[in-house]
């Protein structure tokens, strides 16, 4: 039913209102947003458009959102928007303020898998003599990415930027943390 009220809303320009539970809130909130693409990146659906109530371009997990209304508000789709510029620099769909160069060594067995895709545009593959290889791309730091290298598990590691590879190493102390076994 979300997905039908949000195409509806991209086809005819319309202002949509729904509650949105974002990742860093505590409940959802109520969102006004003209509705202008409808887009599936990495098999999850999200909205992009115009909030209202922030005054920016921003990107919506259809999954987080509830109790759609089409206000049936018509508004003008910007002539130079284009999804393909608003996520240029997005490893996926988080949108990142700016772009870095990010390094990434892996090991023979995550080599063979890595090289099967495109991950980003922008992406370098350079193979290393013990089969494995450094992916080298320019994309925003942002939790995608994260959560993508992170599911390489040891497979992976970041070697630059520094501020990434420290927050990596961050999140990988607190996982250790939480797995510690006491002898018995």
Not at 20 to 33: G, I, M, N
Not at 78 to 89: H, I
Not at 137 to 150: F, H, K, S, T, Y
Request: charged content about 25%; glycine content about 4%.
């Amino acid at each position: 039913k979300v997905f039908e009220l949000l195409t509806e809303a991209v086809v005819s320009n319309r202002v949509v209102e729904f509650e949105y539970f974002s990742l860093r809130a505590s409940k959802p909130e109520l969102r006004p947003v003209a509705s202008y693409h409808l887009a599936c990146i990495n098999n999850q659906w999200y909205l992009i458009g115009a909030d209202q109530g922030r005054g920016q371009l921003r990107t919506f997990a259809l999954t987080r959102i509830a109790n759609v209304k089409n206000l049936q508000i018509p508004f003008a789709r910007p002539a130079d928007f284009s999804v393909a510029k608003m996520l240029a620099g997005s490893f996926a769909a988080f949108q990142a303020a700016r772009t870095e160069h990010v390094r990434i060594r892996f090991d023979a067995f995550a080599a063979r898998l890595v090289r099967e895709r495109q991950w980003h545009k922008s992406q370098k593959m350079r193979l290393a003599d013990d089969g494995g290889m450094e992916l080298t791309m320019r994309v925003g730091l942002a939790p995608d990415l994260e959560n993508w290298i992170l599911s390489w598990g040891d497979h992976a590691e970041v070697i630059e930027p520094l501020e990434l590879r420290r927050r990596i190493a961050t999140t990988i102390r607190n996982m250790a943390a939480k797995y510690q076994l006491t002898a018995s």
